[in-house]
Each structure stands twice: as structure tokens, then as C-alpha cells.
Nanobody, 124 residues
Framework: QVQLVESGGGLVQAGGSLRLSCADS????????MGWFRQAPGKEREFVAA????????YYADVAKGRFTISRDNAKSTLYLQMNSLKPEDTAVYYC?????????????????WGQGTQVTVSS
């Protein structure tokens, strides 16, 4: 069983940085492919980044390329999202998710487990 808890969100000025963490209290984190998604008010949940179980495959949405970095530490059962050069349009609730599937990391329905989300607010 995967139990995901996000942390690290908060209020930051435009141009600033945040590092989100997603910790799994279960014992099987290392076999799951992981993703970060976000959802702004009135909008659908959108893909941000994904990383395969080994860390050998990394995928980014266009909005994240060059600014965000996804990583994982399987020994600590923790997923990270380093976000730099934040913009007001990055304001959203950020969720981490886990899947055993190895295709289509961009679609929320492909993920089986979700965290509760952490709020990121970027002021202009």
C-alpha cells in the first residue's frame, strides 16, 4: 500500500523557489513510477513532471521545462519537485501520485495513489 504525503508548499514571490516533497509511509515506494500534477481553481488537474521507479526516465510538461526538476530518493521513500523562477500562473494545489503502469505518465487516470496536495501560491 502506498500512502503519500506532500509538503513544502507555501507563499512565495514571483521569481522565487520552492521545493516540494512527497513522502511514502509504505514499503514499496521504489517500485512505483511517480508523478507531480497540479490543479488551479476552476481548472482541470494537469501534468507537471514524472519519474520512473529507477529515476532513469524523467518527463516534463512544457510549463515545467527549464524551471522545475523532479527527483527521488528511494532509500528515503521520497519524491521531490524543485521549482525555480516561479510565476503567478504556477499557483495551484500540487499533488504527487504513484503508478505501476509504464506508459502515458501524462494522464491522471493512469495513477493509482494520490497525496492530499500542498498549496503553492506565487504572488506578483
Amino acid at each position: 500500500q502506498v500512502q503519500l504525503v506532500e509538503s513544502g508548499g507555501g507563499l512565495v514571490q514571483a521569481g522565487g523557489s520552492l521545493r516540494l516533497s512527497c513522502a511514502d509511509s509504505g514499503r514499496t515506494f521504489s517500485i512505483y513510477n511517480m508523478g507531480w500534477f497540479r490543479q488551479a481553481p476552476g481548472k482541470e488537474r494537469e501534468f507537471v513532471a514524472a519519474i520512473t521507479w529507477s529515476g532513469g526516465g524523467i518527463y516534463y510538461a512544457d510549463v515545467a521545462k527549464g524551471r522545475f526538476t523532479i527527483s527521488r530518493d528511494n532509500a528515503k521513500s521520497t519524491l521531490y519537485l524543485q521549482m525555480n523562477s516561479l510565476k503567478p500562473e504556477d499557483t495551484a494545489v500540487y499533488y504527487c501520485a504513484a503508478t505501476r503502469r509504464a506508459v502515458n505518465f501524462y494522464t491522471p487516470s493512469q495513477y493509482d495513489y494520490w497525496g492530499q496536495g500542498t498549496q503553492v501560491t506565487v504572488s506578483s
